[in-house]
């Protein structure tokens, strides 16, 4: 008898950060630096030239006082499906080097530091400023070499780097299911370093296509939203705020068009 | 062949599509990628066993239990401890940069010794047996000379094993001079032995957990405040619930921010809210009877003093709220089944407080029975398990005594150690009542505000050891530093006492081999005991540090080893000492320094999750996390409304002069509207000196611009700001 074959959509990880939680307290920025060897120099204070893959903005509704309030927003790279996910996120889609590349297996845009030669062009095509660029090369003074992580390669002078979702991690958790016969993981099996180490749980992470992931139904929360999400470039990080005016800033609004409105884009060259 | 344009042209196409068909422009993107990346320089990180071991972290009071992950013997990342009842598993900034404290290049990697002037930074490093006996020396030719009460020591807590080995070593030699770093848990626990009329150590446990409403008095419950993880973790629980949380601050803090409720009062107007509020409880008989009756006393005398200077209108003119907002306040607190909680202790509580401010909250819980019951403030008693045999001589050379900071008797009697009130000690006329200090897990000079002051007087005191893992500003003074191993490199126990309710005790272990040549400080204290031989030999009879705490935490020691901590799981904290002692008048609130006709704005210190401002210095992965609006370049960035801005002349992101009655600083200003005009706020924890370029010389440290202020009734330093000039350079 011919069996069946079972067709299941492809993994697609992405996240949920629920912004009423986030204290900005900065704990998934350190978290990501020491998970993914990211250097530090000794002035970080130009945010133009500072590295940091998950970086925590702060939004103001710009009310005068006391009526003014803040939300934080932390933001890593954002995965995006491109229109219609079909892979071809903004930074994908202008690659020379094919330095980064869009994984259909588990939605993650990859950076693969050797092949990148540092033109740049995936920094100026991404809406997000999700990309950073090695302007020097890494210093770690004193022994701080001895707490790098072998999972992560450490990035040199002239390359691109940006949050890979700590795809090391999946790459661990999935040798660990195939040594025990499986293919499949468990939600806990792969989580981001910022995910684990925020104390409020704002950051919720997981396979958007599996329903049996806390995301896969949060992101279809009320109050949910992405970013640009009418350039239609899909990213996967979603986000939750119960207010209006941090929904609004998602995206770029007329004064008085609606949130939510449709998108100006529909289809993309390319 | 002539060559004329057509063929030139045709040439030049034609190579250009030859080219693009051959691999030539992806063998040479490849190329170029290999040439620009092969540096020798470029680190690759080693491999090895992966495994996790369990520890804790000790950077601030909170408590947190530790996940270590390493690779062979290198530790190579932090996480949080799951199941541990902080922080199960959350951690923070601070904490996953331990590792960069452990390897970083402040660390002291022997025994050394001065060679030059002091402050100088001139070390020759000496191998640990001189040390040692250098350091004995010291202190024999101080008994022999009969001056052993000049021998004081500066620890940053006052429990655990550690600090009470240096505590024994004092009582022994006959010095009462034992004292520790102040935070607003001393200022709470004051307040519990005053009003509640109880003594020993307590200290006020908040049960977040099981409160319906939350006013804070500034408390930074999101940044850093208590425990800062546990009340991050608990602030979220609480919101989910949709319990009500209100901030009580004169700008936007980031906990303003979360709990999306600020009553903006003027600088330091939150006793007098307090006061006010509890007058209206009291005028509208709102108040909780059998609180105010039976055994508690002073209630009459309070309402008295409540009716004649907490009318509405006074205190409607001195917060510059509404009166019906602050009757509104105090009937939602009142309201037995909002189960409330007040607290104070501003921003991360790392300065002590007004003892004004702390009665007339703790007497706010009290008057609506919210002490010592579910869901609101506790007097617990710190987890008592140090029971060493006490010798007679030990008490008996210290009895009688008057410490130096002359805390624990008569003004004072409920304090246990008045850092603060040390300076002016050593600065006044005549020798240094400080003829040697030994100086472990503290920092004051940099913390103690009045750091000219503070400066000076340490430079005063003839001999100073320090027992520091890194190079600090105290350290930098010493005359000999015997190094401590890192903690993550050590044994200790830490007695959490940060406003838990349910004791706690965590166990730092050695996770991964000393990086240096460094030693315990513990057996470091424990070998001076025995090289000064008897008697005070004879009072330290452990062979080793590690013997010592096992012998002490008894039954304890194997699943604390295992498991990382020990907690009472079934603790339910007692309903005693529900007998409160109202006070029929309050201190006066603290004198703002400067003159108010040419400083005309009020300069307040904010504290946050992402720069601290303790004796622990913000690590690089934390100070890159530190945004541009704290820290510009070498510069720190002060908040002001953008109303105050403009009527100074000011500038947004241009520099000006920050002037105070203690000193100035030239800062960049950034215009914010969350904040109160008139108000600025300058971030703590920047302005350290030394070598590390990372953080030195950035900014400018907030004791250097905020004299201290002594609290009439703690003797605590209660200064919460100071009055500055702005104006454009």
Known sequence: MEKETEHKPGKKYGMVIDLDK??????????????????????????????????????????????????YLPKPCMHCGGVGDQGHSPCVSVCPATATDYDHGTGIVSQIYTRCFGCRYCMAACPYHARFFNWWDPIWPADLKKSLSPNVSPRMRGVVEK???????????????????????????????????????????????????????????????????????????????????????????????????????????? | MKIDRRSFLALGLGAAAGTALTPLPWKLTDDISIWTQNWRWLPVPGDGDVTMEIGACTLCPGGCGISVRKVGDRIVKIEGLPGHPVNDGGVCALGISGTQLLYGGSRIKSPMKRSGERGQNKWSPISWDDAIAEVTAQIKTLVEAGKQESLACITGSGSGTTPLLFKRLLAVLGSPNFMTTSSMADSYSAVIRKMHRLSGAVDAGFDFENTGFVLSFGSGIVEGWGSPLRMIRTANDLKTKKVSMVQVEQRLSNT???????????????????????????????????????????????????????????????????????????????????????????????????????????????????????????????????????????????????????AGVGAFAHTDSLLNRLP??????????????????????????????????????????????????????????????????????????????????????????????????????????????????????????????????????????????????????????????????????????????????????????????????????????????????NQVVVEVNPKTGASLGLADGKEALLTTASGSATVTVTFFEGIMEGVVAIPKGLGHTGSEKYIADKGVNTGDLIAPFEDPVSGLDAAFGTRASLKRA
């Open chain 1, 22 to 71: 986030c204290t900005g307290c900065g704990s998934c920025m350190a978290a990501c630096m020491a998970e993914n060897n990211v250097p530090c120099k000794d002035d970080e204070s130009n945010k133009l030239t500072s590295i940091t893959w998950i970086r925590v903005y702060r939004l103001t509704n710009k009310k005068p006082f006391p009526e003014t309030e803040i939300c």
């Open chain 1, 163 to 270: 949050c890979s979702f700590c795809f090391h991690r999946y790459q661990l958790a999935m040798e660990k299911a195939y040594v025990e016969g499986r293919r499949d993981l468990e939600e806990v099996e792969y989580q981001t370093a910022c995910t684990q180490a925020c104390p409020s749980g704002a950051i919720t992470f997981g396979d958007l296509n599996n329903p049996d992931h806390a995301v896969a139904t949060m992101k279809d929360d009320p109050n949910a939203f992405r970013l640009l999400e009418r350039l239609q470039t899909n990213p996967k990080v979603y986000y939750i705020s119960s207010r209006e005016w941090v929904r609004r800033a998602g995206d770029n609004y007329l004064k008085n068009e609606p949130t939510n409105s449709k998108p100006r884009v529909t289809a993309h060259h390319g």
């Open chain 2, 256 to 406: 303003a921010a979360f709990t999306q409720a600020l009553v903006a009062v003027k600088p330091g107007m939150e006793a007098d809210l307090a006061l006010g509020m509890a007058a209206v409880i009291v005028a509208e008989n709102l108040h909780n009877a059998s609180a105010v009756g039976g055994s508690s006393s002073g209630f009459a005398e309070f309402a008295a003093m409540l009716k004649q200077q907490f009318s509405p209108d006074a205190v409607s003119a001195k917060t510059g709220l509404k009166s019906t907002a602050i009757a509104e306040l105090a009937r939602k607190f009142a309201d037995p089944a909002n189960r409330s909680l007040a607290i104070c202790g501003r921003g991360q509580g790392s300065a002590p407080g007004s003892m004004r401010e702390f009665m007339a909250v703790h007497a706010l819980n009290a008057l609506v029975g919210r002490v010592n019951t579910q869901g609101g403030v506790y007097a617990v008693q710190a987890p008592d398990y140090i029971d060493w045999a006490k010798d007679s001589s030990m008490t008996a050379a210290i009895t009688g005594k008057i410490r130096i900071d002359e």
């Open chain 2, 424 to 633: 002016a000690k050593i600065l006044a006329k005549g020798d240094s009542p400080v003829g040697l200090l030994l100086v472990s897990e503290a920092n004051p000079v940099y913390t103690l505000a009045g750091t000219k002051q503070v400066m000076e007087a340490f430079k005063k005191i003839p001999y100073i050891v320090s027992f520091s893992a890194t190079m600090d500003e105290t350290t930098a003074l010493a005359d000999i530093i015997l190094p401590n191993h890192s903690y993550l490199e050590r044994y200790q126990d830490i007695p959490v006492r940060a406003g838990l309710v349910k004791p706690l005790i965590n166990l730092a272990k050695p996770v991964a081999a000393p990086q240096y040549d460094t030693q315990n400080v513990g057996d470091v204290v424990i070998k001076i005991a025995k090289a000064l031989e008897t008697p005070v030999a004879d009072a330290f009879p452990w062979e080793n540090y590690e013997d010592c705490l096992a012998k002490t935490l008894g039954d304890k020691w194997e699943p604390m080893k295992e498991k990382g901590f020990w907690t009472d799981e079934a603790f339910v904290p007692g309903a005693g000492a529900t007998a409160f002692a109202f006070p029929a008048q309050l201190p006066d609130e603290p004198a703002l320094a400067g003159d108010e006709k040419t400083m005309a704005l009020v300069l307040l210190p904010k504290e946050s999750m992402r720069l601290w401002g303790g004796a622990v210095a913000d690590l690089p992965f934390v100070l890159k996390t530190v945004p541009d609006t704290d820290l510009k370049g």
